[in-house]
């Protein structure tokens, strides 16, 4: 997958976008059970939360990569 810039889409445009959603006035409520993410090559990555969370796959719709 590519954005319209043509860069590919990879798992450091994802973690950029998380880390900076963490950050956001907006955001950081709602990625707050998240401790983390791992990255695990360039198209596979690993959301890591403090506790169980059943919402884990809807919070996650809320992740709209940006190019990096």
Same mark, same amino acid.
């Given at each position: 997958?590519k954005f319209?810039?043509?860069?590919?889409?990879?798992?450091?445009?994802?973690?950029?976008?998380?880390?900076? $959603?963490?950050? *956001?006035?907006?955001?950081?409520?709602?990625?707050?059970?998240?401790?983390? =993410?791992?990255?695990? /090559?360039?198209?596979?990555?690993? $959301?890591?939360? *403090?506790?169980?969370?059943?919402?884990?796959?809807?919070?996650a719709t809320? =992740?709209?990569?940006? /190019?990096?």
């Amino acid at each position: 997958m590519k954005f319209h810039s043509g860069n590919e889409l990879t798992t450091a445009d994802v973690k950029f976008t998380f880390d900076r $959603l963490k950050q *956001s006035q907006d955001f950081k409520a709602i990625f707050k059970p998240f401790s983390g =993410i791992n990255i695990i /090559d360039d198209y596979t990555f690993e $959301l890591v939360t *403090s506790e169980p969370y059943p919402l884990l796959l809807n919070t996650a719709t809320y =992740i709209f990569p940006f /190019d990096s």
